[in-house]
């Protein structure tokens, strides 16, 4: 078991740690690595690094108080940094670099982080596997045959290898927890407008939260108190109080668990005895009624929404070049060569539900089960943090889930009612199964994070489950 980034941060305050010997060595392990995980898109130069590194000594040795400085960050390649390319995982926006930084770029920066890359995601942020990017799948460093989990599939590989010590990725439906389950890593996906989404590439706005990742969960409290707060750049962001209770009670609505794959069900019921032994108040009787509309309502919603977002990408405002072309061919020709598969799947089922004569029937119904799956987790958060499986099967091969559309998005089906909902959910280590990991989730009330984080530092004592580096 590596040293946490708790310690890590530690032993740099203390000037027992040189930072350049630490953040070259992780250079090392990514240049050693990366060409089978491909977890990330670009790297930051070793001159950057060391003028960055500079500077953070500089403000150290100036007094400056800062959260984070000398621990290096992976950056979700649909986050935008004015230093490096920002992708979002499609051809479309090869070498596109943005004039600017998200606010969590700049605030990663201000408290001293060192961003060492853009980490590989599914084209656009679409998908649960990380095989639909334009710069090649990503590989689960667990057992290489197999996926990290999607969207955020590069962030969650490049921790669960040590290639970084925090990473930030974007949920959308589950696309930071879902990966964390499948690496044996840490994802927080928070209550909608905790996190500025200001320089995030959108894929569907009233869902998507950039989200923090790590191997622990008190690392993750780390990178958590860096980003979050209100962004005046963000019109949907909050100023809200966060609330913290060291008392849990958790309750099991058996959808969320019973139709999982043995190993998973088994993982999470041995973990959630061990819990009660503690003393934790547990109730297994719960029912969430409305369980089977979420997938329908979150796709439905997320396709209409993306459809909308991507009109943007017509070869004019972006790197693409079309000249000589009247805006009909140079658009056509963009979205044809340029968007991948999925990607032109998902805009025309969204150009579908928004369209007259279908738009009452899909996308109005999809906001009508929204607020219906919201009501009724809203109730139960009330009195109780909601425990689930993940993923309702184990971290599937490459190839193996992308056959069949339908499979594929069934993947997700625990992890979207917290985007709907737009309640803070929590994924961590439950345990393994022939080597492959296996997550559990909890979800509670909207500004509840500081309780999740408060639990899962209980769950990490009793399991032993954190830091965990693949091949260690």
């Known amino acids: 078991m590596k040293e946490t980034a708790v310690s890590i941060l530690e032993n740099i305050r203390k000037g027992s740690l040189e930072m350049e010997d630490y953040v ?16 990330y898109i670009s790297i930051d130069s070793e001159d950057f690094i060391l003028d960055r590194i500079s500077e953070i000594k500089r ?28 992708t979002a995982g499609s051809k479309i926006l090869e070498n ?17 982080g060192i961003i060492i890359g853009k980490t590989n995601l599914d084209e656009f942020a679409m998908g649960s596997t990380t095989e639909f990017s334009a710069y090649g799948l990503t590989r689960n460093p667990w057992d290489i045959t197999r996926v990290p989990g999607g969207s955020s599939g590069g962030s969650a590989a490049s921790l669960a290898y ?61 990178i958590w108190d860096v980003i979050k707060g209100y962004d005046e750049k963000d019109a949907t962001s909050v100023n809200n109080n966060y609330k913290s209770n060291s008392k849990f009670k958790i309750c099991i609505p058996k959808e969320f668990i019973e139709d999982s794959e043995p190993p998973i069900r088994s993982t999470i019921y041995k973990l959630l005895e061990k819990i009660e032994n503690e003393g934790v108040a547990i109730e297994y009787e719960g029912k969430f009624e ?12 997320a396709f209409a929404e993306a459809a909308s977002n991507l009109a943007r990408y017509d070869g004019k405002l972006y790197p693409i070049s079309s000249e000589g072309l009247s805006y009909k061919e140079m658009s056509e020709n963009t979205r044809r060569y340029y968007f991948g598969f999925e990607v032109k799947k998902r805009i025309l ?4 539900a928004l369209s007259e004569g279908f738009i009452n029937d899909y996308y109005i119904a999809a ?23 993940v993923s309702p099967i184990l971290p599937p091969k490459i190839g193996e889930r992308i056959k069949d559309p339908l499979k594929l998005y069934a ?51 009793i399991t032993g489950l954190y830091n965990l580096i693949a091949g260690d």
């Open 349 to 352: 089922m969204g150009v579908l």
């Open 290 to 301: 409305n369980l089977k509309y979420a997938l329908p309502a979150y796709y439905t919603i």
């Open 59 to 86: 403000n150290i040795a100036s007094g400056k108080k800062m959260k984070i400085p000398g621990l290096v960050v992976s950056i979700k390649d649909n986050i935008s940094t004015n230093f490096l390319p920002t």
């Open 411 to 461: 993947m997700d089906i625990y992890t979207v009612v917290a985007n709907l909902a737009g309640v803070p959910a929590l994924a961590m280590p439950a345990g393994f199964y022939n080597n492959l990991p296996i997550g559990i989730q909890f979800m509670a009330g909207p500004f509840e994070e500081e309780k999740l984080i408060s639990l899962g530092s209980l769950v990490e004592e």
């Open 96 to 112: 596109y670099i943005p004039p600017y930084n998200a606010t969590v770029v700049e605030k990663i920066l201000e408290e001293g």
């Open 367 to 389: 906001t009508k089960g929204r607020r219906i799956i919201r009501d009724e987790i809203l109730n139960m958060t009330k009195n109780c943090i909601v425990a689930s499986s």
């Open 162 to 222: 040590g290639s970084c010590d925090l990473s930030l990725g974007s949920d959308t439906g589950g696309s930071v927890r879902l990966p964390a389950s499948y690496t044996a890593t840490v994802g927080l996906k928070p209550t909608y407008g905790t996190v500025s989404r200001y320089g995030l590439i959108p894929y569907a706005n009233s869902l998507e939260q950039i989200s923090p990742m790590a191997r622990s969960v008190k690392d993750l409290a780390l």
């Open 24 to 39: 070259f060595k992780k250079l090392e392990l990514i240049r050693k690595k990366d060409n089978i995980i491909n977890a």
